[in-house]
């Protein structure tokens, strides 16, 4: 059974660092583009960063661009989101979601619970 969960949430003071885990089993990192959505109160939810750990290509949205960094451990099965500098901005919860389209354009997508992150003096 294919699952993820994040972990490493919690409150943080602005220019603080969070890093968020999202333990993964039941499938190859190898398989399925990982990536961490968030959704903030009254806002659409928004992808922050995405990871091939095949190739290891990665993505960022301009928001977090140079303040975020995604990697993938394939040994844990886990994929990382070390948060620095982080913004009232920032606040959310944090999703993790795998996701893969079969040469046949079938497509598997799978989330987790999420994890709150607050950005807060």
């Known amino acids: 059974q294919l699952q993820l969960v994040e972990s490493g949430g919690g409150l943080v003071q602005p220019g603080g660092s969070l890093r968020l885990s999202c333990a993964t089993s039941g499938f190859s990192l190898d398989d399925y583009l990982i990536g961490w959505f968030r959704k903030a109160p009254g806002k659409e939810r928004e992808g922050v960063s995405c990871i091939s750990s095949w190739d290891g290509r990665t993505y960022y949205a301009d928001s977090v661009k140079g303040r975020f960094t995604i990697s993938s451990d394939k040994a844990k099965n886990t994929v990382y989101l070390q948060m620095n500098s982080l913004k009232p901005e920032d606040t959310a919860i944090y999703f993790c979601?795998?996701?893969?389209?079969?040469?046949?354009?079938?497509?598997?997508?799978?989330w987790g619970q999420g994890t709150q992150v607050t950005v807060s003096s």
């Open positions: 979601n795998a996701n893969r389209i079969t040469g046949m354009g079938e497509e598997f997508d799978y």
